[in-house]
């Protein structure tokens, strides 16, 4: 019996989880693990008693899409960034200031973008 290409299909579901904040490069990978899978998957359906792993594939087939969920998450907050980056300096300097573990000399680099932004 065959196997599937579970491994691969593993691999850039990981790499779209490891990349999910690259400006898309882990929605790329997400879509490509999925689009292997369902080949994978189709040439099971086609002739399932050449092959032994469907039940890894379908796992597989799932983490990438849970991948490409994570990298959409990461992509849309990195454009809501570019599109409003004021917003963005308000939600981290709110989340952050008055904390006791953030030195101040971060903090002050912070307000500095900020400024630079027109933010401030």
Do not use: H
Request: aromatic letters at 10%; one cysteine or more; a neutral charge.
């Amino acid at each position: 019996m065959q196997k599937l290409n579970t491994t691969l299909v593993i691999i850039l579901s990981i790499l779209g989880i490891l990349c999910c904040c690259v400006y898309g490069l882990g929605t790329v990978a997400a879509i490509i693990a999925i689009v292997m899978a369902n080949k994978e998957l189709k040439k099971y359906n086609e002739n399932p008693e050449a092959y032994s792993n469907y039940s890894a594939m379908k796992n597989a087939k799932t983490f990438a899409i849970v991948s490409l969920i994570i990298s959409l998450i990461g992509l849309a907050f990195i454009v809501w960034t570019l599109i409003n980056p004021c917003a963005f300096f308000d939600w981290y300097i709110g989340m952050f200031e008055g904390n006791p573990n953030v030195p101040a000399e971060s903090m002050e680099q912070i307000y500095e973008a900020a400024e630079r932004a027109g933010c401030r």
